[in-house]
């Protein structure tokens, strides 16, 4: 049997080969790209400078993260299990998964983290779901939110 991979092509290879280790045959036809992209302003440095803490809701905002060289010394709060293994598989030392969704992960950081250490630093996409900004900021922190990817719909599946 044919099984038809959604996903960006980032994400669908593990699901791909599980899906082939099952005696069927994985047909790629990714319905977004992922496109990286530097920062509006360019200022990397300034956006780091007091960071506390890094908070990923998606594997493809380690994966900009790992593209503009963010320092890997920074803990890491990852929304889920998948996105922390995509942070420690990317070098970050410390990390921790909410095993959730954004409020999930709000909560994560209001436990381990004092508010008066400075901001943290979000890494995302032009979209984003869940309330996380507005959960952390409720509590005192300032979160800074960097635009490092974009999700594009794609123009034509592939011909399989």
């Known amino acids: ?26 047909v790629l036809a990714p319905l977004l790209e992922i496109e990286l992209v530097r920062p ?10 007091g960071v506390q803490a890094l908070a990923f809701t998606s594997s493809n905002g380690v994966r900009a993260a790992a593209h503009l060289n963010l320092p890997r010394q920074l803990p890491v ?4 299990d998948a996105t ?11 990390v921790e998964s909410a095993s959730g969704d954004a409020a999930a992960l709000a909560r994560l950081i209001r436990r381990r983290l004092d508010s008066r250490d400075g ?26 939110r960097v635009i490092g990817y974009r999700a594009q719909p794609v123009q034509r599946l592939p011909d399989a």
């Open 77 to 80: 709060f990852a929304v889920g």
């Open 119 to 144: 901001p943290v630093l979000h890494l995302s996409g032009e979209a984003i779901a869940g309330r996380l900004a507005e959960d952390l900021q409720a509590s005192g922190f300032a979160l800074r």
């Open 84 to 94: 922390a293994q995509s942070a420690e598989a990317a070098g970050f030392r410390q």
């Open 40 to 49: 509006a302003g360019g200022d990397l440095e300034g956006t780091l400078s």
């Open 1 to 26: 049997m044919h099984v038809v991979i959604t996903r960006p092509r980032e994400d669908a290879d593990d699901l791909a080969a599980d899906v082939a280790a099952r005696g069927h045959e994985p």
